[in-house]
């Protein structure tokens, strides 16, 4: 069966630090990848998505990057965190190619960020 | 513009209780539509999804769905709410353009009251 990892579960930073979230997953290949923030404990935005390897697309212009070093690793980075970076961050994956679209995601438990 | 909405902030229902969480979409072409649940402190539950066929989609716990093409809506049903079912549900729909990505709603927060 399939699962994904996110680590840590919690981390508090102070302003103008550097982050590193790490999303695994397991018991797929090429699996579509996403990273999301929850901001209040309700809406998500969807921050960066990759469909390969070194396939990022980045959905909203800020202070944080995403890579993908290898299938089923992704990687939320931040070389100088805001105050605004705050919120939980969820990692999550689906089926690949065209039937992706047709297919559920499957979430991490997330990280929840406080930025000081 | 692509969107998805859930109308109600907030639903209140008394255990035993019918329960329906509304959901209304606009997108180009056919919608891919989800459901999902999140309970306190954790990711995103997968509980059921329209993509094509019969209107009515039954999904996890005893929830279900029906899509109204005409009304565009995708109302999550449960005929009897338990205690359990209380926590955020979240609809959704998938974007074929520039990728699978999926927007989703606000949210909605269920309180089901013994």
């Known amino acids: 069966s399939q699962t994904i990892h996110q680590w840590p579960a919690t981390l508090v930073q102070p302003v103008g630090s550097p982050l590193s979230l790490e999303c695994t997953v397991e018991g797929t290949s090429n699996p579509n990848l996403y990273w999301y923030r929850q901001a209040a404990g309700r809406g998500l935005q969807l921050l960066f998505y990759?469909?390969?390897?070194?396939?990022i697309s980045s959905e909203v212009p800020q202070n944080l990057s995403a890579s993908r070093p290898q299938d089923r690793q992704f990687i939320l980075s931040s070389k100088k965190l805001l105050l605004s970076d705050s919120g939980f961050y969820l990692c999550?994956?689906?089926?690949?190619?065209?039937?992706?679209?047709?297919?559920?995601?499957?979430f991490g438990p997330g990280t929840r960020l406080t930025v000081l | 513009a692509q969107s998805v909405a859930q109308p109600e902030d907030q639903v209140n229902v008394a255990e035993g209780n019918p329960l329906t969480v509304k959901c209304t979409y606009s997108v180009s072409g056919n919608p891919y539509l989800f459901w999902y649940v999140q309970y306190p402190n954790r990711g995103l539950q997968f509980l059921l999804k329209?993509?094509?066929?019969?209107?009515l989609v039954k999904g996890s716990y005893g929830f279900e769905a029906e899509f109204n093409k005409s009304q565009t809506s995708f109302h999550l049903k449960k005929p009897s709410a338990l205690v359990s079912d209380s926590a955020l549900y979240f609809c959704?729909?998938?974007?074929?353009?520039?990728?699978?990505?999926?927007?989703f709603g606000a949210g909605t927060r269920l309180f089901v009251k013994a």
């Open positions: 990759s469909v390969g390897i070194g396939q």
């Open positions: 329209y993509i094509t066929g019969d209107n």
């Open positions: 999550a994956w689906s089926g690949q190619g065209v039937a992706g679209g047709r297919n559920e995601q499957f």
């Open positions: 959704a729909v998938r974007v074929l353009k520039g990728g699978f990505k999926t927007i």
